[in-house]
């Protein structure tokens, strides 16, 4: 049932594969618009956000699974609205424990050669066809990034939120990565092998955080807004209209 949060995404519809190649083009640019245009006018009020990444393949039987529930949920109940990228694994987890506390828990959904499964516990649920898309949203609206453990799309996420920091393409907000055993080797690796050969700055390392608990995930968050509101100074918004 569709309520204020949800509603069914209504894209053009997709030319036939026998329409020359320059309207399809023409088309692909319509449907980029009108996904960056309804995801705007549907996410816009969301905030403060955080959204959470992690692996598709993790069980709710997991400790993994609990952990981003748990987080979640903390971060729900104390006012953030959770994004996630709507599917399986730690994105279910995420939604779970956003649904069942105070504030809306969102999910940005992807289509795919092989269909994600969208998880039941979105209050907002959008779909993108275009990665990029959705990624721009899961920056635009987030006041923090909360990194599980996963595989290639989490380190992508998680890389392109630390290139958008350290560019200054975006403004500066937590990037937190959660359960350090997971993450040990990629971060000495970042500090030994990077930041020795002078790859990236040695400050850049204090882009990301590493933290287990997760009522300190929620107080490492509040401790950077401490001094600010959580909305994007001036300064800060005249830079992600260039985002």
């Known amino acids: 049932m569709e309520n204020e949060f949800t509603r069914a995404e209504k894209l053009p519809q997709r030319p036939a594969d026998d329409t020359p190649v320059i309207a399809r083009e023409a088309w692909?640019?319509?449907?980029?618009?009108?996904?960056f245009v309804d995801a705007t006018e549907r996410l816009n009020a969301i905030h403060p956000a955080v959204s959470i990444f992690g692996s598709a393949r993790v069980e709710p039987?997991?400790?993994?699974?609990?952990?981003?529930?748990?987080?979640?949920?903390?971060?729900?109940?104390?006012?953030?609205?959770?994004?996630?990228?709507?599917?399986?694994?730690i994105m279910e987890a995420a939604n779970k424990g956003a649904f069942h506390g105070r504030s809306p828990s969102v999910g940005l959904n992807i289509q795919l050669p092989l269909e994600q499964k969208s998880n039941p516990y979105q209050d907002i649920s959008q779909t993108f066809h275009h990665f990029f898309a959705r990624k721009y949203m899961f920056v635009k609206c987030a006041s923090a990034y909360v990194v599980m453990p996963g595989g290639f799309g989490t380190l992508d996420e998680l890389l392109e939120a630390m290139?958008?920091?350290?560019?200054?393409?975006?403004?500066?907000?937590?990037v937190i990565l959660v359960h350090e055993p997971f993450w040990r080797g990629l971060v000495d690796w970042f500090r030994d092998r990077l930041v020795d050969e002078k790859m990236i700055s040695p400050d850049d390392i204090n882009l990301i955080q590493v933290i287990?608990?997760?009522?300190?995930?929620?107080?490492?968050?509040?401790?950077?807004?401490?001094?600010?509101?959580?909305?994007?100074?001036?300064?800060?918004h005249e830079i992600m209209l260039n985002l």
């Open 61 to 89: 039987d997991h400790p993994y699974y609990a952990l981003a529930e748990r987080i979640a949920r903390l971060l729900s109940d104390a006012g953030f609205a959770v994004i996630s990228g709507g599917g399986p694994g």
């Open 163 to 174: 290139t958008l920091v350290q560019t200054r393409k975006t403004r500066k907000i937590p």
């Open 28 to 35: 692909r640019i319509f449907g980029i618009m009108s996904e």
């Open 212 to 236: 287990n608990e997760p009522e300190a995930v929620a107080d490492a968050i509040f401790k950077h807004y401490e001094t600010r509101g959580f909305d994007p100074l001036p300064t800060e």
